[in-house]
């Protein structure tokens, strides 16, 4: 039973949610006048002849992903040494 108004009350949540993000105005990437300048376009490539860049976005992701995982694991065993006292 509660099981299933969790389910309702979340599913709800996630419709109103998706109902505003339809209500917002598209943007497109090229739409925007962002560019990066001539010098550190330059670097970057230059950076990418000895390390490639798509394979330290891959280890930095990687990194991230597991440094947010030992922070979450370090939180939930606090959070217990907490219920247990």
Do not use: E, H, Y
């Not at 108004?5 to 505003?20: E, H, R, S, Y």
Request: aromatic fraction near 6%; avoid cysteine; charged fraction near 10%.
């Amino acid at each position: 039973m509660i099981a299933a108004v969790l389910d309702f009350v979340t599913g709800g949540a996630l419709q109103l949610v998706l109902l505003l993000l339809g209500l917002l105005p598209t943007v497109s990437i090229a739409d925007l006048d962002i560019a990066m300048p001539q010098p550190v376009m330059d670097a970057v490539g230059a950076l990418n002849w000895f390390v490639p860049i798509g394979d330290m976005l891959s280890i930095l992701s990687w990194w991230i992903g597991l440094l947010v995982a030992v922070n979450a694991a370090i939180l939930v065993s606090r959070i217990l040494d907490m219920v247990r006292k």
